[in-house]
Every structure is written in C-alpha cells, then in structure tokens.
C-alpha cells in the first residue's frame, strides 16, 4: 500500500470517528459559553435563552435561563413546573454593593407594594448572601437555582452561598427582573424569551 493512500484510509478513519463523536451544543454570549442543557437536583433543564447585560457601553454579565420546558412569555416562565436555573457570568469585577444594590432595583421595579411585603424576610435573606461575598470578579459563575419542594439556592462558582430561601414566589420575583415588564436590559429580555434574532 502506497503512503498517500496509507495516509488517506487514516484520514478517512479519523472522520469517521470524529463525526461519531457526540458534539455537545453550546451558545456562545461575548465569549460566554452556555451549555444548550443543565441539571438541577436531577432534573434535566433546557436553556430558554441567553444574552448579555449591559449598562451604557459596558458588558456588566452574561445570562442563561434554564427550564425544564422551552417557553416564550414571562407568564408561561413563571408557571413552568420543575427545577429552574439562572446563570450569571460576571464580565467585570463588581462589587457586592453595586451587584446587591441593582438586584433591589430591578426586585422593586418588577414587584408591587403588597408582593415586595409578601416576600420581604426571603428577599433580607437573599441580601445577606450578598453581605457575605466581597462581590464577583471577571469570569466568576453566579448560579440561582429553584428547586422545588426546597427553595432556592445559590452557588458561586461552585460553592453553595448564603441560606436556601423558600417559596416560589421569591424565585419568580428574581426572575422578573430580567424578564418582566420593567425588565432591567432590555435587550436583554428577548434572548431570554427565546428569541433567536
């Protein structure tokens, strides 16, 4: 056998196998990569949509929203059964302050007088999380989780912070922050509603 068809048939044999090789899909957000599924206290989710945050010309962090359905309103996110997940990427450092100061924002903004009541000692709680942690670096990995029947449950890169807080609601409120009516990018919210344009 000669070495050009040698190296041909080896060729070929790498393909082959290259192409049975089982390709993990991924969306890329400015260099973000989101993986197209997550597993949240063993469930399966899908990724809903992700997109970046900016504020004036800064890239402040990229988003993921996972779902054990695809969905494309806010009503329809806010019913879906199962475990849910919101990955944040931190594209520039930000302090706790600053990060804290406009997640209440963008919680009061979305949120009315009587459910910002409802909610207040879950929404101290989560606050705490954010007293805790000096804030995010470039590159870090923010995880809030729902897991039903528990509560919700954040991890930074990895490590669980802060306590687990009960009740939907709560999660829903966070969520409306970056898909509800006031949402607070609004560039933002179509990619999270699945918006492929």
Known sequence: MSITR?????????????????VFASTDVAGVKFEETATVAGQQLKL?????????????????????????????????????????????????EDF????????????????????LPQTKTFGEMFAAIPGLKKGDVLLVDWIPGVGTQCQLNGKKIGETVPDVAFYNAITRIWIGDKAVDSSLKPKLLGETK
């Open 48 to 96: 809903n949509g992700a997109g970046l945050r900016t504020k004036v010309i800064f890239k402040v962090y990229a988003l993921g929203l996972y779902l054990s359905e695809k969905k494309t309103s806010m009503a329809d996110i806010l019913a879906v059964p199962g475990a849910r997940r919101i990955q944040i990427v931190s594209m520039r450092d930000l302090s706790s």
């Open 100 to 119: 804290g100061k406009a997640f209440m924002d963008g919680l009061n903004a979305n949120t009315d007088q009587a459910e910002r009541t409802k909610i």
């Open 6 to 22: 040698r190296t041909l048939i080896q060729a070929a044999a790498a393909a082959l196998m290259f192409s049975a090789a089982p």
